[in-house]
């Protein structure tokens, strides 16, 4: 008999575009809930035109790595949902799903007629997740906004940067799949509120707030001692030494980290320099912190003759918190995350077959051996399908619906 995968029995509509939004349904999608993807011919999701791959543009919007990564597992339909039949069909969706997802700002799902008030009314038990930049309330709330505003409104620049410089974005984004894991949470929540209530309910899921959650210490130091936290860089509140230290080789770098004079003594008979064990300027982990200039520098004299991956093993098998820093290439390529069956091969159409991280990774979960099922889809690729097949529509009311522009699988005017 074959494992069920958990959300078999769900289905999702899926009215989000870029990053947050797709990631939250995504880990419905790869644990086997039907998710259905809807975008239009008139305004396909924003992340079909980033970053994408080669130089050919015929179907350009099919060729981003970053819109196929979070859309795994989904089926595709447009719909122009300015159009009444468009969102008469979004409305019979509804009524058979059991979750709507959107990350639009509140205004427009409300101008669509398809807020939750619309939805419940339509199926008591929907459960509507939302996750605006910045919620669905505030003098805000109608205000855009990505991962690099995001993280700023946040604050987390303001920790991140170097002590001697301004404030550091992060640059990796991170703010949406913080929101998109933060959305899975509070959907699986409802989820279970339902189960004792037979009632759905509304999420109004503020992706600033939820990276802001991030910030717990800080927060609750300036609210009870009025201190506002320094940047430290890659440095740590109290441990020494601390941070990333330069390799052999362009651009190669070693995590670090020691905590306890047990670790920094193996640390000085890793490096062979016993002797520093006895320089009173390292002696303890308080000295040490006020000297992490001259222990750096010592410290990096040292990692400038080793390869990050031999010095992160010699290091590891001595009891000492390191790692090598990866570039793309070498995490495709890392043995342990091999092992670890961290991706696997997925062959789309037009975009031909890359890795792609499996689903549930990093977690593991017993009795189900999680596996891609659907590259992301093309755009429209599931019209008839879920027209036809799903909501039960004839073939030539969606031969009308393609004349009309209401759906289609060519953004329009291309």
């Given amino acids: 008999m074959k494992p069920t995968l958990p959300f078999a029995n769900l289905r999702i509509v899926d009215a989000t575009n870029s990053w947050a939004g797709p990631f939250t349904t995504q880990i419905f999608a790869n644990l086997g809930a039907e998710v259905i993807k809807v975008e239009s011919i008139q305004y396909m999701d924003t992340w079909r035109a980033s970053g994408n791959l080669g130089d050919n543009q015929d179907a350009y919007w099919e060729r981003s790595p970053l819109w196929n990564s979070v859309n795994t597992d989904k089926l595709g339909i447009t719909l122009d949902l300015n159009d009444p039949r468009a969102k008469d069909i979004f409305l019979k969706l509804v009524k058979i799903s059991d979750i709507v997802a959107e990350n639009f700002t509140p205004r427009v799902m409300k101008n669509f007629g398809l807020d939750y008030p619309a939805l419940q009314a339509i199926n008591p038990g929907i459960i509507m997740i939302s996750l605006p930049a910045h919620g669905a309330t505030g003098p805000w709330k109608d205000t855009g906004g990505f991962a690099a505003s995001i993280e700023q409104t946040a604050g987390i620049p303001m ?175 890392d043995p342990h995350l091999a092992a670890r069956g961290t991706y696997s091969k997925v062959d789309r159409k037009i975009m031909g077959e890359h890795p792609y991280p499996v689903p549930t990774a990093p977690l593991k979960l017993s009795g189900i051996k999680a596996k891609i099922k659907l590259p992301a889809p093309l755009l429209g690729e599931h019209n008839e399908y879920v027209l036809g097949d799903i909501l039960g529509l004839s073939p030539d009311e969606i031969q009308q619906l393609a004349k009309d522009n209401v759906i289609g699988k060519r953004p329009l005017g291309m």
């Avoid at 390292?282 to 750096?296: I, K, N, P, V």
Wanted: proline share 7%.
């Fill in 159 to 333: 920790l991140t940067g170097y002590p001697d410089g301004l404030p550091k974005m992060s640059s990796a984004g991170f703010t949406d799949p913080i929101a998109g894991i933060n959305g899975a949470a509070a959907v699986l929540t409802a989820l279970l509120s339902r189960q004792k209530t037979g009632k759905g309910q509304y999420i109004d899921l503020s992706q600033v707030e939820a990276t802001t959650s991030l910030l717990g210490d800080a927060i609750v130091d300036y609210s009870m001692n009025g201190q506002i936290p320094p940047r430290r860089g890659n440095r740590h509140p109290f441990a020494a030494p601390h941070g990333y230290y330069p390799c052999k080789g362009e651009d190669k770098w070693l995590a670090l980290a020691i905590y306890t004079d047990a670790e920094w003594q193996k640390l000085c008979r890793v490096m062979r320099q016993p002797e520093l064990t006895r320089d009173p300027r390292f002696a303890t982990a308080d000295d040490r912190y006020r000297h992490q200039d001259e222990l750096d520098a010592i410290i990096e004299q040292w990692t400038r003759q080793q390869e990050h991956y031999t010095a992160m093993h010699r290091l590891q098998k001595a009891g000492i918190t390191a790692a090598p820093v990866l570039n793309p290439q070498e995490l495709l390529a």
